[in-house]
């Protein structure tokens, strides 16, 4: 199938993007994403990866903070192709800000047409600096039809990414190594992570702590709930470690907003640690980070992007140098669709009215669109999907928007004979999912949460059905 040509991507949803047989034959779709393909014999594992950083001048972040002026380091998608478990099943990690709404639909078509298989096994992330990219295509074709504002997603670069992606996956495929053993390992992570929402004696949030924080006494506030584990689920062809994929909670920010593009320091971390072991790909997942970051332990000061850095690499070697692996039996993928109700706040022709009113800032005029982007898809009943790859008793659990912590927590704890790996960050067409207790607290995170206080029971009733 030709790729998209760059006015359908904006024009449009990529929801009919159709899979095609390319190097691997799929098998039939069975008719419901929910059932799972379970392979009990030979399962196969290609990397992948190519370079997904934007032009000079492009929009960072939904165009809120500067745009692209400069670079720190490259922006990559690395990820897997797993074969033998029915249809190939695919798993991305990404460094942009967001892929939201029809964007996520483009980017999981493009690879799944390449690997052969169809678009509800495949898993985009991203990772989530802020110093990157923000794509949803219908909120792209609001805010150009604005006509005065400057663009939030350049379809050319969208498109050359989908046909990188393309070329990536299918020259992957020729490279498949057998897995004989998976793995899993944990580690403490040291003075990263603390809870962004600090609340009164009152019970709601009187002082927020982000990814930075130059307040001594707010930095001095304890710590908060998090979760400490960095956890590793890993690859092997005998001895040889083949594959490593990471995932710790937590916004993955030091500093942003002076235009120069980073992967920061999560993609630091990863990157040296791809350094130690170039026969070996290294994928990181932000978990549920939605009121997670750094800023009890970052001043926000430049020299503390590399002591972050830092102390995620001693996180990554010390999983690694914990992992137990064991041979691989049983791998199967589950799906859930999830497509929570809207808070009723938010009204589109009021929306749309912010939007129209030069009076407003870049931000006020342009955040709504991701609004309404999601109102209108909720509208056309177009679901966002959960996924889970099984693999014996280890599960990774793919979750959509900024879900916060406790969603991660209760995973564990409900699934405790399991060894749970969950990667938040998925389509962010939903935006922060907080859960039912933080609405009454207030805070930034509900006040831009598009979905309603019922959004807890919901994510929840759909990652029940992936464990199904």
């Known amino acids: 199938m030709p790729p998209l040509s760059r006015r359908d991507l904006l024009a449009a949803s990529a929801a ?3 899979s095609g047989a390319v190097g691997w034959t799929p098998q039939p779709a069975t008719g419901d994403a929910a059932l799972p393909e379970v392979a009990t014999g030979e399962i196969h594992v290609a990397s992948f990866r190519f370079d997904v950083t934007p032009p000079l001048g492009h929009g960072c972040c939904g165009n809120w903070i500067k745009p692209i002026v400069g670079y720190d380091d490259p922006l990559e998608a690395i990820g897997l192709v797993i074969l033998g478990a029915g249809r190939p099943i695919v798993l991305c990690a990404v460094d942009w800000t967001g892929i939201l709404n029809d964007a996520h639909v483009a980017w ?4 799944a047409e390449a690997a052969g298989t169809s678009p509800d096994r495949v898993a985009v992330q991203v990772v989530h600096p802020h110093n990157a990219p923000m794509a949803c295509l219908e909120t792209a074709r609001l805010v150009a039809g604005a006509g005065d504002l400057p663009p939030v997603l350049d379809p050319d670069f969208f498109a050359r990414c989908l046909d990188a992606g393309r070329v990536a996956v299918r020259q992957a495929l020729d490279r498949a190594v057998r897995v004989t053993h998976v793995g899993r390992g944990t580690a403490r992570v040291i003075d990263v992570a603390s809870n962004r929402r600090l609340l009164g004696p009152d019970g709601t949030v009187r002082t927020q702590r982000s990814s930075a924080c130059a ?5 001095a506030l304890p710590e908060g709930l998090v979760d400490p584990l960095l956890r590793t689920v890993a690859f092997y062809h005998g001895d040889e470690k083949i594959a490593a994929c990471h995932a710790y909670a937590c916004h993955p920010m030091s500093y942003y907003g002076d235009g120069r593009a980073s992967a920061d320091f999560c993609g630091l971390a990863r990157r040296r640690r791809q350094i130690d072991e170039p026969g070996c790909t290294h994928l990181y997942f932000s978990g549920c980070g939605g009121n997670i970051a750094a800023g009890k332990y970052n001043d926000g000061s430049r020299g503390m992007r590399p ?3 830092g102390r995620m690499y001693d996180a990554i070697v010390a999983a690694d140098a914990a992992i137990e692996r ?3 039996e049983r791998v199967s993928w589950t799906t859930a669709p999830f497509l929570p109700t809207p808070d009723a706040r938010w009204v589109e022709r009021d929306l749309l009215a912010a939007l129209a009113d030069p009076r407003q800032s870049l931000v006020a005029r342009t955040r709504p ?9 909720v509208a056309r009943g177009e679901p966002v999907v959960l996924s889970a790859l099984h693999l014996d008793d280890i599960v990774m659990v793919h979750l959509p928007g900024e879900p916060f912590v ?3 927590l209760r995973l564990q704890q409900d699934h405790a004979d399991r060894f749970v790996f969950t990667a938040g960050y998925g389509d962010g067409g939903p935006w922060y999912l907080p859960t039912t207790a933080a609405y009454p607290q207030g805070g930034y995170e509900v006040g831009v949460a598009w979905s309603g206080r019922g959004v807890e029971a919901e994510l929840h009733d759909g990652i029940a059905r992936l464990f199904a």
Request: overall charge positive.
């Open 326 to 328: 064991r041979p691989v």
């Open 406 to 408: 406790e969603y991660q």
């Open 369 to 377: 669109m991701y609004t309404v982007a999601w109102l209108r898809r």
């Open 307 to 309: 002591v972050l850095a």
């Open 16 to 18: 009919g993007i159709a």
């Open 215 to 219: 307040d001594e006494a707010i930095r």
């Open 108 to 111: 999981r078509g493009a690879l």
